[in-house]
């Protein structure tokens, strides 16, 4: 750096012996400083405005003065900038280059004299910034030290101490700032030092560098299957654990002498079901505490020797106990609400993919569990299904309520309630249209990318009275209670899913029906505690060479297979004798001792404790006559937590009503495409 505005040494006597060689040792070590910038010194200064050169700091101000009408100098003492504000001014010319004259109007309350950006050298090794205090300040034209001033002063021992103060003020703030460079170069020199005595310099950095946890998605979720209520609530839904256990009880040919993993077991009631119906080895996989209560679940109820608990998440797991490589069969109650959320699927594919037994043993093997078909997913397919309602409770609830709460307007509270999907029961009477399946999930081959989806939906609008006499004699309550009113709105949208288990694995056709329980379940439990792991074949109409039954109101088409993989569910012969036709009994898919099982979380079924996902829209649908609902279903994890999902419907109504001649007219869009987003979280 430049030691300009130095004042030249005291040549008077009255200076002490001691303050001489302070000020010597003061001045090598400045001589020192100098040295070491000696090159600086050398560097020729730029005009702040145009590219001409010269030898000095000062011949470039003096040409940008005379030239471009600024002062620079007397800028910085007009403006009282301090030294970091003098160079952010100067860093600032020679990086945006401003014009000479929007500078004649700074007040020093500019940004970028305190935006520290511009502490950083526009311009390598500029002597504009290499300028001391001195020459920017005021005083500097003050007389050196020791010289008495010229006007006769009558203390000029107190001027000489005051000039002292001032030079030694000055030399210490100079210190200061090349101690400030010498430490960025000294940073600069060893950024590229990767070792020093055998230490990894970089991961000493990665040390001191402050780590930002990656985002966790998966705490809240695991913390929230804790506690007690939450398996009170799964194991009381009599529709979803009857299910289960029915299934695993009533096909013994899948799981005795079989190895079966439980993929997020909780309290272990399917693990203690696969290990009733016979299963060889059991491997519960649990990554939340409530494992501790699964653990001695099993020990109290005797299968502590079949089943063996694995605290871990199952993306985690390398290997499974006891050298054991392949499953049988994977069982897991991994649906959420809209079937989707929470994203557990995700896991339970990744153990099929990493552990399940793969369909390569010949088909004609029967000395293996299966057949030795390859493994087994249970349940094997899931289909989601959407419709039209006008669930009008909800709305009272969720919107027209805050309209006024006790005298006050508070509809500001309903503002939100469009943004998010309403997880509740809809009344089977509110279903305003026929459902149309929007996914359907083949859960032997579905891979984690196709989860994230757009599906193509048309919803035919049901047939509507119009008339009181009609709509009494409809039966329908709902429709009952519009006597007066001869118009239909749909005001949401509502989503569940069906639930499908076959014994091998294979696939329904799309329109194959789903079981529906309508009880009020106290038999299926009784049900449940009947059943005994068997492996007597039954009769079924199948060996008999009688034709297949479907439930009542199933369509003809549920008859046909769409492919070999592809079955029609049939009803047990043994299920159906004394069992009423309303019976959910006969609804149970069996063939000799394997048994089809499905269930419905729709609002024509028995309520579970998924219940249906529902998406009020903002502007209803007056319904029609012939009136069809079209459009796409969007479905994809959300950005702002990977186990909540967003949902797109985007939709028009087409109006396809038939004509007085008897023909139908053409099908008619609405010119108006509608789309709402929600998010299911």
Not at 449 to 465: G, Q
Not at 491 to 515: E, I, N, R
Not at 619 to 642: A, Q, Y
């Amino acid at each position: 750096m430049s030691d300009h505005g130095y004042p030249p040494k005291s040549t008077e006597n009255t200076a002490s012996e001691e303050e001489n060689s302070s000020s010597t040792g003061s001045e090598d070590g400045d001589n020192n400083w100098d040295d070491w910038v000696e090159d600086v010194q050398n560097t020729p200064a730029f005009s702040l405005f145009d590219d001409h050169q010269f030898p000095t700091a000062e011949a470039a101000l003096t040409y940008d003065k005379e030239t471009h009408g600024f002062d620079l100098v007397s800028v910085c003492k007009s403006l009282e900038l301090d030294t970091h504000q003098r160079l952010r001014l100067v860093n600032y010319i020679r990086s945006e280059r401003p014009p000479a004259a929007d500078l004649s109007h700074l007040q020093g309350s500019e940004v970028f004299l305190s935006d520290d950006k511009y502490l950083k050298p526009a311009q390598i090794d500029d002597p504009l910034l290499q300028l001391q205090m001195n020459e920017w300040s005021s005083d500097s034209d003050e007389e050196p030290l020791g010289k008495p001033s010229g006007d006769g002063s009558k203390h000029p021992e107190s001027q000489i101490l005051r000039r002292k103060v001032k030079q030694l003020e000055e030399r210490l703030a100079k210190a200061q700032r090349e101690l400030v460079d010498y430490r960025r170069l000294v940073n600069t020199s060893i950024s590229n030092v990767t070792s020093i005595g055998g230490i990894d310099l970089d991961e000493v950095r990665k040390e001191d560098t402050p780590k930002v946890s990656p985002r966790d998605d998966d705490t809240h979720y695991f913390e929230s299957y804790n506690e007690q209520a939450i398996h009170y609530t799964m194991l009381t839904d009599r529709v979803r654990t009857t299910t289960y256990a029915t299934f695993i009880l009533s096909n013994p040919s899948l799981f005795q002498g079989a190895v079966v993993m439980d993929v997020g077991c909780g309290t272990g009631i399917l693990s203690l079901l696969a290990a009733r119906a016979g299963a060889k080895r059991v491997i519960a996989v649990e990554a939340s505490k409530i494992a501790d209560k699964a653990e001695a679940i099993f020990k109290s109820s005797g299968y502590a020797d079949v089943i063996t608990l694995v605290r871990s998440k199952v993306e985690d797991l390398k290997t499974l106990p006891d050298d054991i490589t392949r499953v049988d069969v994977i069982i897991s109650e991994w649906m959420g609400y809209a079937l989707l959320y929470e994203s557990m699927l995700d896991s339970v594919l990744h153990a099929r993919d990493r552990f399940l037994k793969p369909n390569t043993t010949p088909l004609s093997s029967t000395d293996q569990p299966n057949g030795g078909r390859g493994g087994v997913m249970a349940p094997s397919q899931c289909r989601m299904m959407l419709a039209l309602c006008d669930p009008q409770s909800l709305i009272k609830q969720h919107i027209t309520f805050w309209n006024d709460v006790y005298g006050f307007n508070m509809s500001a509270m309903a503002a939100e309630v469009y943004d998010d999907a309403i997880v509740d029961h809809v009344p089977k009477e509110c279903l305003l249209s026929s459902p149309s399946s929007i996914k359907d999930l083949n859960l032997q081959e579905i891979h984690p990318e196709d989860l994230l989806f757009t599906s193509e939906f048309v919803l035919k609008v049901n047939e509507l009275p119009t008339s009181p006499a009609a709509k009494a004699k409809s039966g329908n309550v709902y429709f009952m209670g519009k006597k007066h009113d001869h118009r239909t709105f749909a005001t949401a949208f509502v989503l569940w899913f069906d639930t499908f288990f076959h014994p091998d694995g294979k696939q329904y056709s799309p329109d194959a029906p789903c079981k529906v329980h309508t009880g009020d379940g106290d038999w299926e439990v009784s049900d449940v505690l009947k059943l005994k792991p068997s492996a007597k074949r039954r009769k079924t109409l199948d060996q008999a060479g009688g034709p297949p039954i479907v439930p009542t109101g199933a369509p003809a088409s549920a008859l046909v297979s769409s492919s070999p993989e592809q079955v029609t569910p049939a009803v047990d012969v043994d299920d159906q004798k004394g069992v009423s036709q309303n019976s959910p009994i006969q609804t149970g898919f069996s063939r000799a001792d394997r048994r089809e099982e499905s269930f419905t979380t729709g609002p024509h079924g028995t309520p579970t404790h998924w219940k249906q996902a529902v998406f009020l829209l903002k502007d209803p649908i007056e319904l029609k006559r012939g009136m069809e609902v079209k459009g796409n279903f969007r479905c994809w994890k959300s950005t702002e937590n990977s186990r909540e999902l967003d949902v797109e419907l985007c939709f028009s109504t087409v109006d396809s009503s038939t004509s007085q001649e008897g023909e139908t007219s053409a099908s008619k869009e609405a010119d108006q495409l509608t789309v709402q987003k929600f998010k299911v979280r």
